[in-house]
């Protein structure tokens, strides 16, 4: 049985993770994860969520990991990379739905995504440097868009275990409440050109000049609206 369940409903596109235990984000997982994000086409919204009850995902698997050679763990790393990177890439907007404990790798994951929309009850911690890892998944890059560097720092090297609103108040989360039907509906009604060309503007412009962003505005736009 898959651990991704995969549901349409519309213009939304939903992935509930369930792999019967942890959530654990093994090679496995992640291979199907990247399956998943392939099928996931002509949509206007994705939603990311785990049906595990109070639990998002505790990381990579570790039992996994162990048994790993060099090569393996480059391996490892390099299929997670691309996994998330598949979900940046995305042309329309992404969510992550998190309730419960969000811990390593599953940090890492959700910050592939556009907006990290948590419950109360919801923690956030990346161990790494207390168990003796870095992670290869591209978390410590995805970091300097999401919050300053004194936060990154509490959680990779103080080991420090977030609720969801300190979380929110350094940035790494969009919006904390119980629901976000409110929410959804609106990026679900955007407009899906709009979405796809400011989304390819925000993944190119950074470190350009304003007139380079603006040529590659006008670029994008001609591209969009089927002009040459």
Known sequence: MS????????????I??????MNLLSSA?????????????????????????????????????????????AEFAELGQRAFASIEQLPFAT??????????GALDL?????????????????????????????GTSRWRKAVHPPAA????????????????SIGLIDRVAETFDEELTRLESLDPMTTRYLKELTRHAEGLSRE?????GGRLGE???GRS
């Open 153 to 168: 720092r509490r959680l990779f090297l103080g080991n420090e275990i977030l609720n969801a609103e300190e979380a929110h």
């Open 95 to 104: 969510v992550a739905l998190i309730d419960g404990d969000c811990f390593g």
């Open 110 to 138: 959700v910050l592939a995504f556009d907006l990290r929309f948590a419950t109360p009850r919801s923690r956030f911690s990346h161990p790494g440097a207390r168990i003796g890892i870095v992670t290869g998944f591209g």
């Open 29 to 73: 997982a992640l291979r199907e994860l990247e399956r998943a994000i392939a099928d996931a086409r002509d949509a206007r919204l994705l939603t990311f969520r785990s049906a595990r009850p109070r639990l998002f995902a505790a990381g990579a698997d570790m039992a996994e990991m162990q048994r790993f050679t060099a090569r393996d763990a």
């Open 16 to 21: 509930a993770f369930d792999d019967g235990g």
């Open 212 to 216: 380079e962003v603006r040529v590659l």
């Open 3 to 14: 651990r991704f369940a995969v549901t349409r409903r519309d213009a939304r596109i939903e």
């Open 223 to 225: 591209l969009y609206l």
